[in-house]
């Protein structure tokens, strides 16, 4: 039997100007105290060419 998941996939995209396309798939924890919390994090946009804050928001359902 298969283990159960501990991470969920979220994206990020960034927080000023999301019409540059750049986004980042990170796994986010789904217990313990990170749970409740927004994912942050400052990462580097290759379009702008420079660090700018990704927020985090849903991923697009699949398509079958």
Same mark, same amino acid.
């Given at each position: 039997?298969?283990?159960?998941? !501990?991470?969920? @996939? #979220?994206?990020? *995209? ?5 019409? !540059? ?8 924890? !789904?217990?313990?105290? #990170?749970?409740?919390?927004? @994912? ?7 379009? *702008? ?8 928001? #849903? ?6």
């Amino acid at each position: 039997m298969a283990k159960k998941s !501990t991470y969920q @996939l #979220k994206q990020l *995209l960034p927080e000023e100007k999301p019409e !540059t396309g750049t986004k980042y798939i990170v796994r986010k924890p !789904t217990k313990g105290l #990170k749970v409740s919390d927004k @994912l942050r994090q400052k990462k580097y946009d290759p379009v *702008l060419k420079q660090h700018v804050w990704f927020v985090e928001k #849903k991923m697009p359902p699949h398509s079958k």
